[in-house]
C-alpha cells in the first residue's frame, strides 16, 4: 500500500512538472511571437533615426572637387548624405533591409548613405587597378547595362568610383554575376528621390 501510495505522488509530481513545462513552453513561445514585432519595431526606429540624421547632415557632392577630396580625408571621416536629390525613407528602408543579404562580405556597405572614407578609398583602388578577365567583364557589363542607373550612379562622381571598384572586386574575388552586382548597385543608389 505504501509502495502504490509513493507511485501515486510521484506520478502526480511528474504529472505537475509536465504541466510546468507546457505553460513555460507556451509562455516562451508566446514571446518569440511577440518578439520579432517588437524587434522590428526598434529597427525602424533605428533607421528613421539614421535617416532623419543623414537626410540633414550630408557631406557629399558630385562635384569632382569632391571626389579629388577623398584621398585627403582621415580614413574614419564618414562620406553622408545624397548627392543629387533629397533623401526618401521609404526608399532608404528598403535599401538598408535588403543590404543586410550581403552583411557578410566587409567590402559592401552597409548604408549608401554612410560610408567610411577609408572604405571608399579603397574601393576606388579597385576601381583603377583591378584588371577584368573577358569573362568577368561580360558580368560588369551586364550590371552596367541592366542596373537602373545604367552604371554603378547616375554620373560619374566619386558613387561612380566606389561602387564600380566594389563591382569589379565582387566579381573578382566572390565570382558575382553581373546580376548580383545590379541588386548591389540598384540597392546601393545614393543619388536621394524615390526612383
Not at 550630408?58 to 582621415?74: A, E, P, Q, R, V
Not at 543590404?99 to 577609408?118: F, N, V
Not at 560588369?140 to 541592366?146: G, N, P, T, V
Request: aromatic share 12%; proline share 3%; charged share 20%.
Amino acid at each position: 500500500m505504501a509502495k502504490e501510495n509513493t507511485y501515486f505522488h510521484f506520478s502526480i509530481s511528474i504529472r505537475k512538472l509536465f504541466i510546468i513545462a507546457i505553460v513555460f513552453f507556451l509562455i516562451g513561445g508566446i514571446s518569440l511571437y511577440v518578439n520579432p514585432k517588437s524587434q522590428n519595431s526598434v529597427v525602424q526606429q533605428a533607421v528613421a533615426a539614421r535617416f532623419e540624421y543623414l537626410s540633414k547632415n550630408g557631406n557629399s557632392s558630385c562635384s569632382g572637387n569632391f571626389l579629388k577630396s577623398i584621398s585627403t580625408m582621415d580614413d574614419k571621416a564618414r562620406l553622408q548624405g545624397s548627392c543629387c536629390s533629397p533623401m526618401d525613407f521609404k526608399k532608404y528602408s528598403e535599401q538598408v533591409k535588403g543590404l543586410q543579404k550581403y552583411k557578410e562580405i566587409s567590402e559592401i556597405p552597409a548604408d549608401p548613405y554612410d560610408i567610411q572614407a577609408g572604405l571608399a578609398k579603397k574601393l576606388m583602388s579597385y576601381y583603377d587597378s583591378i584588371q577584368l578577365t573577358a569573362n568577368e567583364q561580360k558580368e560588369y557589363d551586364y550590371a552596367m547595362q541592366s542596373s537602373k542607373e545604367k552604371g554603378p550612379c547616375c554620373c560619374k562622381c566619386w558613387r561612380w568610383n566606389v561602387y564600380g571598384g566594389l563591382g569589379k572586386y565582387l566579381i573578382q574575388h566572390y565570382q558575382f554575376t553581373g546580376k548580383q552586382i545590379t541588386e548591389i548597385w540598384d540597392l546601393s543608389d545614393g543619388c536621394g528621390g524615390n526612383g
